[in-house]
């Protein structure tokens, strides 16, 4: 983890030298930033996944997947617990990202559909 992120002390704590007032809250956001780039990095990350494992799927049933769906809402409800964070954030933002990434898997499915040869039904 780079320096940056390090200037996050514990919830009610300051640290020895830490800024007070505006000071902190500008280091607390530099802190922020550089969290969500690596967010984004890992979500990318996630959606390039997410994409090569759509060409194998070959309906719409296996795309929404709500058991799939329900099982990692589970696992992200304990991560988020193991973590000391509010579950109901964690599941909540992982609630739209699976919704926005099932409309993708979706448009994906539709487009290589629209693209197959039409079959012969003579």
Known sequence: MSDQHRVVSPAGSTGAGDADGPARIAELRVAIDGLDRQIIALLAE??????????HKTDETTVRSPERVRQVLDRVHGLAVGHGMPPEVAVGAYRTLIEELTLMQLDMLAARRAAAPPTDTR
């Open 46 to 55: 996630r959606t390039r996944v997410v994409r090569e494992l759509t060409v």
